[in-house]
C-alpha cells in the first residue's frame, strides 16, 4: 500500500533530521520539504483504497507515483545512511576537527551523489504535489473501526461446524456414503462453486473419530492449479508413511511418477483406507492418482472435492457417487450471517438494522464464505449509527447485481481487506510471497513483518508482541484461518482461504507490492522490490536481459527444484540487492553458506532453515542490523566468535533433532560459541546452545540477557546449576525454558531459584533430578511440562495437579514410584497426558473430579503396568487413548464387549494398541486385538500422538 509506503519513509526521514552528521547544504531544506510534502499526501492516501483507485484511474496513476517516489527516497536514505552515519561513526574521535575534515574529503563524492539524487526527487514531488487529483468529495464517513473484542482463533473461511448452517444432512449423508456395505474402492466427488464449503464438509466427515477409525490409513492431500503430479505422488507418500509410522525412504524425493505410484500402490493394497483430494482442476490429475489407488476389495473410499461438475461425474463414473452441494437457502443464510454479526448481542439482528443487513445479506447470494466474510467486517461497527451500514450497502451498488456469484464474493471480500486499518493491509499482502497452501508458521510471519518494517512500536510491548496482536485481528476478522494447533491450543501454522489469496494476489500484483516468479513466460514488472521465487532460480536469472529493475528490500525462495550452488546472488545485479532486508532461503538445496551475504548491509532476517550448510564465517559480523539467523535444521554445530558483534540480534536458532529416534537422548544438535554471548543484549530467543565448555563463564553471560523470551541449553553439568539458577532468576521476560543435561545420569541442579520467571509457559527438563523442583508449583501461567530421565522417587504430580493452565503434560522415565495418584480437582485444565517407559508403575488411580477436561491419554512402554486405571470412566471428555507396547492383560481387559473393564471406557470413541514387531508397528483396535495380525506396513504412526516432530521443540 503507498500509504504505508509513505508512513515508513516518513519515520526514516524523522531519524536522518536529526543525525549528528551535517547534511549536505541544500539538502536538509530537500529533505524537510519533501517529508512535509508527503506528510499532506499521507492523509489523501488512508482514503485511497483500492475500490477508489479502481473508479478513478488518474487516482491510480498519481498513488503509483507517490509509492515510486517514497521508494526512491526510502533508497537515497538507505545511501546516506551507509555512506555517511555509518561510516562517520566507526571513528572513536568522529568529534575531532581533524577527523571531521578528514571525513568530509572522503565522503564528498557520496554526499555530491547523495545530494544530487534527493533534488531529483525533490523535484518529482513538487510535479505530483501540483498534479494531485480533485478527489475532495472523497471523504471518508467513519471513524477508525474498533479492534474486534472477541479473542479467538476461529477461522471463518474455513468453516466450522457450527457456524455452517444446515451441515448436519449433508454430512450424515457423506457418512452414509463411506459406511455404505461396499467392498469395492468407491469415489465420493463434492462439487460446487468456490466457497459453498466443500472442504469444510469433507473436513468435518474426515476429522469425524468414527470415520478414521473405521478408516485407519487415510490421507488429505490439497491439490491446487498449478499441482504438479509428482509433488502430489510425494505428498501422498510421506503422509501415508507418517500414518503407519515409519520414516519414508530417503529415495522418494528422486523417485518419478510411475515409482511413486508403485510405492502407494504397496503400502495401500492390504489396508481399508480413506484418501481425500481436496480442489481437483484437472480431469488427468484424476487419471494419473487412480492409478496409485487400488482397488482391493476391501471397502476403501475416495473423497474428491471439485468446482467442476464435470471432474465430479468423471471420477465417480465406475462406481460411486457425486454430491452437489447447494447455495444456503434465505433463512439458513440469514442465521449465519446473524450469528457471525451479532456475537455480542444474543445472535440478534437489531430490528433498526434489520432492512439494511438483509439488503447486505442479497450481495452474498448464499454463498457461506461471503456471508461470513462480510459479517466480519460488520461485526466491528457501532449498532447505532445506520448510515455507517447502508454505507456498506451502497458501496456495493449496482455493478455488483446481475454479476456471476464469484465477482460477488470477490468484492464482498475486497471490502473486507479495505476496511483494514492500513497498518494490517501490508500484512495481509504480504501473505501473498507464500506459495499457494503454504502451511505458514506464525514466527515466521512475524518475524518477516518486523524485519519488513510493517509492525508499529507500541508502549509496553516488543515488536513481536505488536506482531502478534496483528496476527490475532487478522483472525478475528476472518482473514487468516488456522491450519493446526499445538496440545495446548496455540496456533501451530496460518494461511489465508484459497479464494481469499487469489483477491489479494491480485490486489499485490495490482499495486506491484510484491513479485512472484514461478513461470519462465511471466510478464515482470518495470520495478521488483519484494520477490518470491517459486520452484526454480532460473526465471530470476533469465530477467537479467531485460529491462526490469532490481530494488529488493525481500528476496524469499520457495521449493526450488534447481541447486543453489551454481546461483550467485551477485547475478542479480550489483545494485540489485545492495539493500536487501529480507533473505529467505528455508528448504534451498544449498550446502554452503552464501559468500555474498555478509556484503548486504542492512539485512535484518537470514533463514537458512533446511539447508545443508555447515559453517558460519566471522565475516557475519559485518551484518550489524541483523535480528533474526535462523540456522534450525543445518549442520552449523559452531558459531564464530564474532557472533557476538551483532548486537541487534533478537532470535538466535541454531539446532537440528533427529525426528525417528526422539526418546534418544543425544537425539538433538545444537551450537558451541566462544564468544561473550551475555554482549548480545537484544537477544529474545536463544537455542539450543550447549554449555559444557567454558560453562560457569557462559551461566554468567546468559544473566545479563534480560530480554530473553525462550533459552535452549544442552549439556549442562551439574556443578553450573547454582550459576543457571542465579541467572534464570534475572531474566523476568521467560516464557519458555528447555535444559537438557551433558548424559541421562547427570544431575539437572536447579532447585535454587527463589524468584522464578512467573511468565513462563513452557518447560522441557532433560536429566536427572535429585527431587522435583519445587518452584515449579508457582507457575500459574505454566502450560506445558515436559520430563525426561528424571527418575524421581517421589510422584511428580503433587507439585503439578494444582497449576491452574496446565495443558499438556509429557512423562518419560520420569518416576520409579509404583503408584500414580490423581487427586480430585487436579489438573483442572489437562488435555494431553502421554507416560512412557514408567518400568515400576504398576497403579494408577484417578479421583472423581480429576482431569475434567482431558481428552487424550498415552501410556507407552510400563512393563508393569497390568490394571486398568482405577477411576478412567471418571474422564468424561476423553476421546482418545493409545497404548505402546503395554502387557496384554491390560488391553483384553478392555476390549468390548468381552474384557471385564471394558465399561470403563465405553464411552471413549477412539481405542488402540501398538506393538513394536520386526521393525515396525502392529496396530490393533480393541475389537480385533487377539483375534488378527494387522501388516506392520500398515500400522499407525510410530507414537504420532506424541507429536514426535515438535514434542521437544521450544
Known amino acids: 500500500m503507498a ?145 474486534s473484542k472477541i479473542d479467538s482463533q476461529g ?49 468435518q466427515v474426515y476429522d469425524d473419530p468414527k470415520v478414521q477409525k473405521r478408516f485407519r490409513i487415510h490421507a488429505w492431500v490439497n491439490l ?242 505488536v506482531a502478534d496482536s496483528y496476527i490475532k485481528e487478522l483472525l478475528n476478522r476472518s482473514l487468516l484461518q488456522v491450519v493446526g494447533k499445538t496440545s495446548d491450543g496455540r496456533m501451530k501454522t496460518c494461511r489465508m482461504h484459497d479464494l481469499l489469496r487469489e483477491i489479494v494476489s491480485l490486489k499485490s500484483r495490482d499495486q506491484n507490492f510484491a513479485t512472484i516468479a514461478k513461470d519462465q513466460d511471466m510478464v515482470w514488472p518495470e520495478r521488483v522490490r519484494r520477490l518470491s521465487v517459486i520452484n526454480s532460480s532460473h526465471n530470476v536469472l533469465l530477467q537479467q536481459n531485460m529491462t526490469t529493475l532490481f530494488q529488493l528490500r525481500s528476496l524469499l525462495m520457495f521449493a526450488l527444484s534447481d541447486s543453489l550452488n551454481s546461483f550467485s546472488l551477485h547475478e542479480l545485479g550489483s545494485n540489485g540487492l545492495k539493500w536487501l532486508r529480507v533473505l529467505d532461503l528455508q528448504d534451498a538445496p544449498l550446502e554452503a553458506f552464501p559468500v555474498e551475504i555478509v556484503n548486504l548491509y542492512l539485512l535484518k532476517y537470514l533463514s537458512l532453515k533446511n539447508t545443508k550448510v555447515k559453517n558460519i564465517p566471522g565475516s557475519i559480523k559485518k551484518l550489524q542490523y541483523l535480528e533474526t539467523l535462523n540456522l534450525k535444521q543445518t549442520y552449523v554445530t559452531e558459531l564464530p566468535a564474532e557472533i557476538a558483534e551483532l548486537k541487534r540480534l533478537r532470535h538466535l536458532l541454531v539446532y537440528r533433532y533427529e525426528i525417528e529416534s526422539y526418546a534418544y537422548f543425544h537425539s538433538r544438535h545444537g551450537f558451541k560459541v566462544a564468544a561473550p554471548i551475555g554482549n548480545m543484549l537484544s537477544l529474545q530467543k536463544l537455542c539450543f546452545i550447549e554449555v559444557d565448555q567454558g560453562s560457569g563463564a557462559l551461566m554468567v553471560e546468559l544473566g545479563k540477557l534480560t530480554q530473553l523470551r525462550r533459552l535452549g541449553i544442552r549439556k549442562m553439568r551439574q556443578k553450573d546449576g547454582a550459576a543457571l539458577c542465579s541467572s534464570i532468576e534475572k531474566m523476568i521476560n521467560l516464557r519458555s525454558l528447555s535444559i537438557t543435561a551433558i548424559d541421562e545420569d547427570e544431575i539437572i541442579d536447579i532447585h535454587d531459584i527463589s ?35 528424571s527418575r524421581l522417587k517421589e510422584d511428580p504430580l503433587v507439585f503439578l495437579q494444582d497449576l491452574p493452565n496446565l495443558r499438556h503434560v509429557e512423562f518419560l522415565q520420569v518416576y520409579v514410584g509404583e503408584t500414580m495418584h490423581f487427586n480430585a480437582k487436579g489438573f483442572p485444565s489437562l488435555k494431553v497426558l502421554g507416560l512412557d517407559d514408567l518400568e515400576g508403575l504398576k497403579s494408577m488411580i484417578i479421583e472423581e473430579g480429576a482431569m475434567q477436561g482431558l481428552k487424550k491419554l498415552i501410556i507407552q512402554q510400563c512393563g508393569s503396568f497390568k490394571n486398568v486405571p482405577l477411576g478412567i470412566e471418571h474422564l468424561t471428555k476423553l476421546k482418545n487413548i493409545e497404548f505402546f507396547d503395554m502387557p496384554k492383560e491390560l488391553i483384553m481387559a478392555l476390549r468390548p464387549n468381552v474384557g471385564k473393564d471394558y465399561w470403563s471406557v465405553q464411552n471413549v470413541p477412539s481405542i488402540y494398541s501398538s506393538y513394536w514387531r520386526d521393525g515396525g508397528w502392529d496396530v490393533y483396535s480393541l475389537e480385533t486385538f487377539g483375534e488378527q495380525e494387522s501388516d506392520s506396513n500398515h500400522s499407525s504412526a510410530m507414537r504420532r500422538s506424541l507429536e514426535v516432530p515438535t514434542l521437544w521443540k521450544v
Open 3 to 147: 500509504d504505508s509506503s509513505v508512513s515508513f519513509l516518513l519515520d526514516k526521514l524523522s531519524v536522518l533530521l536529526q543525525e549528528e552528521v551535517n547534511l549536505q547544504k541544500g539538502v536538509r531544506e530537500d529533505v524537510v520539504y519533501i517529508k512535509d510534502e508527503l506528510e499532506r499526501h499521507k492523509a489523501l492516501l488512508m482514503v485511497a483504497d483500492d475500490a477508489l483507485e479502481h473508479k478513478d484511474p488518474e487516482l491510480k496513476v498519481w498513488v503509483k507515483r507517490v509509492r515510486d517516489i517514497a521508494n526512491d527516497m526510502e533508497d537515497a536514505v538507505d545511501e546516506y545512511n551507509f555512506r555517511l552515519v555509518d561510516q562517520h561513526g566507526k571513528n572513536n574521535n568522529k568529534n575531532s576537527s581533524f577527523h571531521k575534515i578528514s571525513f568530509g574529503i572522503k565522503t564528498m563524492k557520496a554526499r555530491h551523489k547523495i545530494a544530487s539524487n534527493i533534488q531529483g526527487i525533490k523535484s518529482k514531488v513538487e510535479a505530483i504535489s501540483h498534479g494531485r487529483p480533485n478527489i475532495s468529495e472523497v471523504r471518508t464517513s467513519s471513524s477508525k473501526r474498533l479492534s
Open 155 to 203: 477461522d471463518a473461511l474455513l468453516l466450522e461446524e457450527a457456524d455452517l448452517v444446515g451441515i448436519e444432512q449433508p454430512k450424515k449423508q457423506l457418512n452414509d456414503m463411506l459406511f455404505k456395505d461396499e467392498s469395492g474402492r468407491a469415489v465420493i466427488s463434492i462439487y460446487g462453486m468456490g466457497g459453498l464449503g466443500k472442504t469444510t464438509l469433507a473436513k
Open 224 to 465: 491446487s492449479q498449478s499441482s504438479k503430479l509428482e509433488e502430489l505422488l510425494k505428498d501422498l507418500v510421506q503422509q501415508l508413511h507418517n500414518v503407519i509410522g515409519k520414516p519414508a525412504p530417503e529415495a522418494v524425493g528422486q523417485m518419478k511418477s510411475e515409482k511413486l505410484k508403485e510405492v502407494i500402490k504397496n503400502l495401500l493394497q492390504r489396508s481399508r483406507y480413506l484418501i481425500v483430494l481436496d480442489d481437483v482442476w484437472h480431469a488427468n490429475i484424476w487419471d494419473a492418482v487412480k492409478l496409485a489407488l487400488p482397488n482391493n476389495d476391501r471397502g476403501s473410499r475416495v473423497m474428491l472435492t471439485t468446482r467442476k461438475k464435470d471432474i465430479a461425474l468423471y471420477s465417480c463414473a465406475e462406481l460411486g457417487k457425486d454430491f452437489h452441494l447447494e447455495f444456503l437457502p434465505e433463512q439458513e443464510a440469514w442465521s449465519l450471517f446473524c450469528r457471525k454479526t451479532f456475537q455480542g448481542d444474543n445472535n440478534s439482528c437489531p430490528p433498526h438494522l434489520e432492512e439494511v443487513c438483509k439488503n447486505i445479506l442479497k450481495l452474498c447470494g448464499g454463498l457461506p464464505l461471503a456471508i461470513v466474510a462480510i459479517s466480519g467486517v460488520l461485526s466491528t461497527r457501532g449498532r447505532t449509527n445506520i448510515e455507517d451500514w447502508q454505507m456498506v450497502c451502497r458501496s456495493f451498488g449496482s455493478e455488483i447485481q446481475g454479476n456471476d456469484k464469484l465477482e460477488d464474493m470477490k468484492k464482498v471480500i475486497s471490502l473486507s481487506f479495505n476496511e483494514l486499518p492500513y497498518y494490517l493491509k501490508s500484512c495481509l499482502l504480504y501473505l501473498s510471497i507464500f506459495p499457494e497452501f503454504h502451511a505458514i508458521e506464525p514466527m515466521r510471519l512475524i518475524r518477516l513483518w518486523i524485519a519488513e518494517g510493517f509492525i508499529n512500536g507500541e508502549d509496553g510491548k516488543t515488536l513481536e508482541e
Open 755 to 789: 524468584k522464578p520467571p512467573q511468565y513462563l509457559q513452557q518447560l522441557y527438563l532433560s536429566g536427572r533430578l535429585e527431587k522435583f523442583p519445587c518452584w515449579i508449583s508457582s507457575l500459574k501461567n505454566l502450560v506445558r511440562v515436559f520430563l525426561k530421565w
